[in-house]
């Protein structure tokens, strides 16, 4: 692992952390804004829900403690009443509770047989009270007051009307003797379920009631009609408290608390989807801001990472073509000041290193320079030996004419053989030269050879390497001039073409063979080692100071002629 | 140094474990006068190690209800409830049986049926019908003893007893019961008894002093005795009482002397502090003492056992229906005034 790190290229260690670092922060910023956004939503729903739900509860407390206060008050009536016997007299506070209040029905007393003692309004009674539950609840569970689920009132045979029934356990007196009855007061449900409307509990939110046995008294929504109903099922789980729910795919908020005065559980169903969509909205929100945040942060650091690595990049190119051997050009780099630094700093480096290569260089030069001279020196006293030879000979003829001519072609020659180091000169002079050195070898040779220099105009001011075209003359001499015959022709060309000045001498005689072509080629390249010098020397000296740009080469026609040609790039002097 | 760090780690994750327990004590309303001394009685009683928490109610089952969620979330095993509404314990009793969580009720008895819902649910408390026998007791002797003979206290000598009644909350269990068999039990033992009105003033002294006014208007020459179903209606009746000069401290002492200052009257239940400086004073003349602190004795004795899950076997009060502690009442005279 840290191995493969370490492999890592700047740029991509740079992303990678930088991406890592924002990456890890950024989750944990998000995460922890989730949580407390989460959380006070959360919060904010349960609390809002719990104030509904205690508001609810609370009219429905307020509502059903009024009729407790009636019964209360009721009671005492019936106690003071029945006591001095005026059971016409509760007749008419019972008639008068039950037009006072719009939501009592009925109020009616009935002996512990179900013998109705006193009633609030006309009508045919039912024969079977004793059998009601509510009659049968009070009478079982003394001090408590009961709250039925609702009915179609049972009171009376033909009642259509919705009710629940009150029903309390009293004492009261029947001819002075206290006896046991029941007081029951039946309740219109219509305001009951009006209160449930009262609250706003958003789409589908209802309120659902139920009796301690949890079964259902009542619901706010049509679509629970029994207590298998999903609403009845949640309340069941929660008994008391709240949660978050779904019910209908919707999103509730559901309470259950009790109902004061009464045995009753009550639930409301607050509609909190809007809430949990806002919810789902800030996770969203939150999604993109760390997506948007991670691609900027991606492409800064991408940009960094370039920034940095790019000029590096260039640098490394530059160093590979400085491997080349390019130490010219230098390079200049923008971006990150360091990496400027760094690349200024190379630049001086390949600038010395460019100094100390040429330096180098200019000593090889001179070395060979030195050699070239020294090479240039061998040719002399050979050739002074063979001229001082001539003229002696020329001497003892007592040819005085021609030793005189003779001397001063010498004296010439030599001039310009001493005048200067200068490598190369004028075709002009080195035919001039040639020229002198011919007359010298006339003289030597008595006239049996002629020779024609067919130079053209132009190249004469080309530069040639000074020496080069007399050691071609003088082999031409030396091998084409033969002993039967005592005529010899010379012909020396010089000519541009192609960019190159090529100098031919052509002698006539036998030619060589194409083997002793090859032969002679290997020498003078240095193939083979022979004492011969002079074509050698040439071709050396050629090849030392023009490289692969000269060259020589012979050719040869048996029993006609033979041509040494050498070949060099045109210089007309501008050279340093 | 590794070693110090993990010891230290280890005293952090003990010391948390190891904080004592906390058993909630949901009371009903803390303004309640009773209430709040049996509070305080219950936090004294508890030498144990654990804490008791008090939650005020408040007199609202749906805060109580909100409390209940809020400690069964926490994880209690035990919860110590005085209900506000006893008839909404059947869904606290439920609501505990989810979670396991057992619960003593106190002060106000659920109905029996939701008592049997589950078996970790217990009751300490007094029996409302005994401290009405004990009254009816005090209302006896206070009358001679003998139903046949009434003596000097039959103002107007008719063999029976003319009484006001001030009742507690309409409904509420103890009011009906003390209210019902104070009555019962006088004539059960063969005293006449005259009940003129019965005052509704909800255990509140101050609602007891504005029903006291009432029924001297209408019954002012009639009451031969001041029936209260506890004390602070006592107590506020005795300052109407004493408006009215029923009490009249004449030597300006602040004591009744009964010999010779004009008195009448008057028994409470439930032996509060108040009653009892009163009855020193020679103004109230009973009250049946609501034993609160061997109740509150018992509440952190059985809170132990079932916190440590420790043999009911002993236990030093007797365990009704393996359900029900019943702490005695007890008469409360002075008669050396």
């Known amino acids: 692992m840290i191995k493969r790190i370490n492999q890592l290229s700047i740029g991509n260690s740079i992303f990678i952390m930088t991406m890592l670092i924002v990456g890890l922060s950024m989750m944990a910023f998000s995460i922890i804004s989730y949580r407390i956004i989460f959380s006070r939503t959360d919060d904010l729903i349960e609390s809002t829900s719990k104030e509904i739900n205690k508001q609810v509860i609370l009219n429905y407390e307020s509502y059903l403690s009024n009729v407790i206060d009636s019964s209360n008050a009721l009671q005492k009536y019936i106690a003071d009443l029945t006591k001095t016997n005026q059971i016409e007299e509760l007749n008419s506070v019972f008639e008068t509770t039950s037009s006072l209040d719009k939501n009592i029905r009925t109020v009616a007393l009935f002996d512990n047989l179900g013998n109705v003692v006193s009633i609030s309004s006309e009508g045919v009674l039912s024969d079977e009270i004793r059998s009601k539950d509510w009659f049968q609840n009070a009478i079982d569970l003394k001090d408590i007051h009961h709250f039925s689920s609702p009915h179609i009132e049972d009171i009376f045979d033909s009642s259509t009307k919705e009710v629940f029934t009150i029903s309390k356990f009293i004492q009261y007196y029947k001819n002075g003797v206290q006896t046991n009855g029941v007081l029951a007061i039946d309740i219109d449900t219509e305001d009951f379920k009006t209160l449930a409307t009262m609250t706003n509990l958003g789409t589908e939110g209802h309120i659902v009631i139920t009796d301690e046995k949890r079964e259902l008294i009542y619901s706010s929504e049509s679509l629970c009609s029994d207590d298998t109903c999903e609403s009845v099922q949640v309340m069941n789980d929660l008994i008391i408290g709240g949660a978050l729910i779904k019910i209908n795919h919707l999103n509730m908020y559901v309470n259950v608390n009790t109902i004061k005065y009464t045995r009753w559980n009550i639930a409301t169903f607050i509609n909190v989807d809007e809430i949990t969509n806002t919810k789902f909205d800030m996770l969203l929100t939150i999604m993109i801001v760390f997506g948007a945040t991670m691609i900027i942060i991606a492409l800064t650091s991408a940009a960094l990472s370039k920034r940095i690595t790019g000029p590096l990049n260039k640098l490394e190119n530059h160093i590979k073509k400085i491997e080349q051997g390019d130490f010219d050009s230098m390079i200049t780099l923008s971006g990150q000041y360091e990496v400027v630094l760094l690349s200024q700093a190379f630049n001086s480096m390949s600038e010395q290193i460019r100094e100390l290569m040429n330096r180098v260089m200019k000593e090889q030069r001179e070395k060979r320079k030195t050699q070239f001279i020294a090479l240039q020196n061998q040719i002399n006293p050979h050739f002074l030996y063979n001229t001082l030879d001539s003229i002696v000979w020329l001497s003892e003829n007592k040819r005085n004419a021609d030793v005189e001519k003779a001397i001063i072609a010498l004296s010439k020659f030599f001039r310009m053989s001493i005048s200067g180091e200068d490598t190369l000169v004028n075709l002009r002079d080195e035919i001039e030269h040639v020229s002198n050195y011919l007359l010298i070898q006339q003289i030597r040779y008595h006239n049996s050879f002629h020779f024609d220099f067919e130079i053209q105009e132009e190249a004469l001011d080309c530069k040639v390497l000074k020496f080069s075209l007399q050691p071609l003359v003088e082999n031409a001499i030396t091998h084409g001039l033969l002993p039967e015959e005592s005529y010899c022709h010379i012909s020396i060309r010089g000519y541009l073409k192609d960019n190159y000045v090529y100098l031919e001498v052509q002698n006539e005689g036998y030619g060589i063979s194409s083997d002793r072509i090859d032969e002679i080629q290997k020498i003078f390249k240095g193939a083979i080692q022979s004492t011969s010098i002079g074509l050698r020397n040439i071709y050396q000296r050629l090849t030392l100071y023009y490289g692969k740009n000269a060259d020589m080469f012979i050719e040869s026609e048996l029993d006609e002629y033979t041509k040494v040609t050498i070949k060099m790039p045109i210089d007309r002097g501008e050279i340093k | ?337």
Request: some cysteine.
């Open chain 2, 1 to 337: 140094m590794k070693k110090a760090l993990i010891l230290i780690m280890f005293l952090l994750l003990f010391g948390c474990q190891t904080r004592v327990p906390v058993i909630p004590l949901l009371i009903y309303d803390m303004n309640d006068d009773y209430m709040r001394d049996f509070e305080s009685r219950i936090q004294e009683a508890n030498l144990m190690n654990f804490r008791i928490e008090t939650y005020d109610c408040q007199n609202s089952q749906i805060i109580q209800n909100e409390y209940l969620e809020e400690v069964l979330k926490k994880d209690n095993p035990l919860i110590i409830i005085n209900p506000v509404d006893r008839l909404s314990a059947h869904a606290m009793i439920e609501k505990a049986k989810q979670t396991g969580a057992k619960i003593i009720f106190i002060n106000r008895e659920p109905l029996p049926e939701d008592m049997d819902l589950y078996d970790s649910v217990y009751y300490v408390g007094a029996d409302a019908k005994q401290s009405a026998e004990l009254q009816a007791e005090i209302i006896m002797d206070l009358f001679g003893g003998n139903p046949y003979s009434l003596n000097e206290f039959d103002l107007n000598s008719d063999g029976v007893i003319q009484a006001v009644i001030l009742k507690g909350e309409q409904g509420h269990q103890d009011a009906e019961a003390r209210t019902k068999y104070v009555i019962d039990e006088l004539e059960n033992e063969h005293y006449q008894v005259e009940v003129l009105d019965i005052a509704i003033a909800n255990f509140d002294m101050d609602l007891a002093e504005i029903a006291m006014n009432q029924l001297i208007e209408e019954y002012g020459d009639q009451f031969e005795v001041v029936i209260a179903n506890n004390d602070a209606m006592a107590i506020g009746a005795i300052k109407t009482l004493t408006e009215h000069q029923y009490f009249d401290d004449m030597d300006m002492n602040g004591v009744i002397d009964r010999d010779t200052e004009p008195w009448i009257p008057v028994v409470g239940i439930d032996g509060l502090d108040i009653a009892i400086e009163s009855m020193n004073n020679g103004y109230l003349y009973g009250t049946v003492l609501n034993d609160s602190q061997s109740m509150a004795e018992a509440i952190v004795e059985l809170a132990n056992i079932l916190l440590n899950n420790l043999s009911l076997d002993d236990f030093s009060y007797v365990i009704t229906d393996s359900k029900y502690i019943w702490i005695d009442y007890q008469k409360f005279v002075n008669d050396s005034v």
